[in-house]
């Protein structure tokens, strides 16, 4: 039996977290990168997870079809490699190019930024307008292993779709579901409690 960890529910209003974090290539990449774009699309996943790998396919889909609409779509792993070795950055780099991922993957060895945006499961969603505020946090869609829910990105593609014609969107939006974040010993966040 798989843990299942719900996203924190992030209010929605909040301004993205500032990140500077580097690709396995070495490439750094930060938030101010993405200041001229429409939206900006931020998930925090893993390699492991088979919540993540039941939805990999719809991310890139959805990097394919929004990158190109002016949305900044970024992935961040935040797993403590020392237990979970899967997940290191020479392992993100192998999983980014055999799924075809048209964004960056990021590796957050300190764990800094998963606390910034109080992340609690992967995937772990956060969708920002333009003007980096948060306008949906949430599940991708109904579909999890097992339950034989085709994945979609339904709800995913419906809060970009709205902020890309300028509207809010739907405040009832459903947690995300998956496996919890792998912190460092010592390191758990207290926003659990």
């Given amino acids: 039996m798989m843990a299942r960890t719900p996203s924190t529910m992030l209010p929605l209003g909040t301004l993205a977290p500032d990140f500077s974090l580097s690709a396995p290539d070495g490439v750094v990449h ?8 429409k939206a900006l699309l931020l998930m925090f996943i893993c390699n492991h997870c088979p919540f993540v790998v039941h939805v990999r396919a719809e991310l890139v889909a959805l990097g394919l079809e929004y990158g190109p609409k002016e949305v900044g779509i970024v992935a961040i792993s935040s797993n403590d490699v020392s237990t979970h070795p899967e997940d290191s950055p020479e392992k993100m780099a192998e999983v980014a190019k055999a799924a075809g991922f048209t964004f960056p993957y990021l590796y957050d060895e300190t764990q800094s930024v998963a606390k910034a945006y109080r992340a609690a ?8 307008d333009g003007a980096m505020k948060l306008a949906y946090r949430g599940q991708l869609d109904d579909s999890r292993p ?10 995913m593609r419906a809060a970009l779709d709205a902020v890309l014609a300028g509207e809010t969107p739907s405040d009832n939006q459903i947690p995300s579901l998956g496996c919890n974040i792998k912190w460092k010993t010592g390191n758990a966040p207290d926003y659990f409690g």
């Fill in 146 to 155: 097992g339950n034989c829910i085709p994945v979609t990105g339904r709800d």
């Fill in 30 to 37: 930060s938030l101010s990168n993405f200041a001229d774009k």
């Fill in 121 to 128: 499961c992967t995937p772990d969603f956060y969708l920002f």
